[in-house]
């Protein structure tokens, strides 16, 4: 099974800019596709952002024009560049893919947006 690590989160200002990163432990081209998913205190876990195994991407309308999905595959490594950082923005992070085993998760990283 492979297992994915998110790393990057920090405590930042409004209007500061940030990259996460999902290492796999092995290879991500075995992901149908991958995303990131947030979940801020007291809210339910959300979508934020997916690329497929093809690098089609799709975002979350309130992230849209400030966030960037990529990955690596030479690297098994997926990010997300986030600028323009909101307070609103504050949550663990999470990586997910999914694959014909089923969905991986990580373990989360915390982004905090505050002056």
């Known amino acids: 099974q492979v297992q994915l690590v998110e790393s990057g989160g920090d405590l930042v200002q409004p209007g500061g800019s940030l990259r996460l990163t999902c290492a796999a432990s092995g290879s991500i081209q075995s992901f149908y596709s991958m995303a990131w998913y947030r979940q801020a205190p007291g809210k339910m876990r959300e979508l934020v952002a997916t690329?497929?195994?093809?690098?089609?991407?799709n975002y979350r309308d309130f992230v849209k024009g400030r966030f960037t999905i990529s990955k690596d595959t030479a690297k098994n490594t997926m990010y997300l560049q986030m600028a323009n950082l909101k307070p609103e923005d504050t949550a663990v992070f999470y990586c997910?893919?999914?694959?014909?085993?089923?969905?991986?998760w990580g373990q989360g990283t915390q982004v905090t947006v505050s002056s």
């Open positions: 997910q893919g999914w694959g014909p085993t089923g969905v991986r």
């Open positions: 690329i497929t195994n093809g690098s089609i991407v």
